[in-house]
């Protein structure tokens, strides 16, 4: 079973609101990462958040993560139509090499209307 | 520019015949990764190298193999034995700096197809 879960499935929005993506995990990570996917394309790395950082920020982009509750939240502040994609988090878990194998969730589709 | 190349962008397979899926590096990572993409869904591990001439099966390395002969470069084979490949295929590297990793870099992608 996926490692990572994100929620929603799909989001919907205009221009200029906020998106925000959640993932839940079910074992101990060492980092969390979220990337973008454009339709047919390869992914992009976003934003990496390890397991001893509660919050990053990156552009219009913040992440959350909380280990207690297992779970992290993507934040896209004034959404543009551009960033109409798929956006998958990843984890690499804990124990392993800290460059080992990424598991990723389902992805949520984020549509941003003009 | 660096950067993963992954060639054909477009590949298509008769019944009965094994494929190969090229991807190239040149940004000097250790590892590199091969995942599956069905639609809708993530993405699934097939296998996944850390160094040269050594590689691990990922969860679903059932019908496909690898080589990891240079650094460079870590094709796939997509043999008969994979009863449902059609799919789209993602090759990606990473490495560590001072003992920390910084994500994965993707290539294009290769969708798979059977006729």
């Known amino acids: 079973s996926q490692q990572g879960e994100e929620d929603p499935q799909a989001l919907s929005i205009q221009e200029g609101e906020n998106a925000t993506m959640n993932c839940s995990y079910k074992?101990?990570?060492?980092?969390l990462q979220w990337y973008r996917q454009n339709s047919g394309r390869g992914l992009v790395h976003l934003i990496l958040i390890r397991s001893n950082e509660r919050e990053k920020h990156s552009g219009r982009l913040r992440v959350t993560l909380d280990t207690s509750k297992k779970s992290s939240s993507l934040l896209i502040t004034a959404s543009r139509a551009a960033d109409t994609a798929s956006y998958f988090c990843?984890?690499?878990?804990?124990?392993?090499?800290?460059?080992?194998?990424?598991?990723f969730g389902q992805g949520t589709i984020l549509t941003v209307h003009p | 520019d660096g950067g993963i190349t992954q060639s054909p962008k477009y590949l298509f397979r008769k019944e009965g015949q094994n494929v190969t899926l090229s991807c190239e590096q040149n940004?000097?990572?250790?590892?590199m990764y091969w995942y599956r993409q069905d639609p809708g869904q993530g993405l699934r591990l097939i296998y996944y190298?850390?160094?040269?001439?050594?590689?691990q099966k990922g969860d679903i390395a059932e019908g496909y193999s690898v080589s990891r002969e240079k650094k460079e470069s870590f094709p796939l084979t997509v043999t008969s034995a994979q009863k449902n490949p059609t799919a789209f295929y993602l090759c990606?590297?990473?490495?560590?700096?001072?003992?920390?990793?910084?994500?994965?870099?993707f290539g294009s992608g290769t969708r798979l197809t059977v006729v």
């Open positions: 940004l000097n990572h250790d590892a």
């Open positions: 990843a984890t690499s878990l804990a124990g392993g090499t800290s460059y080992g194998k990424l598991t």
């Open positions: 190298s850390q160094i040269v001439n050594d590689f």
């Open positions: 990606a590297s990473s490495t560590e700096r001072q003992g920390r990793n910084y994500g994965y870099t």
């Open positions: 074992t101990s990570i060492n980092n």
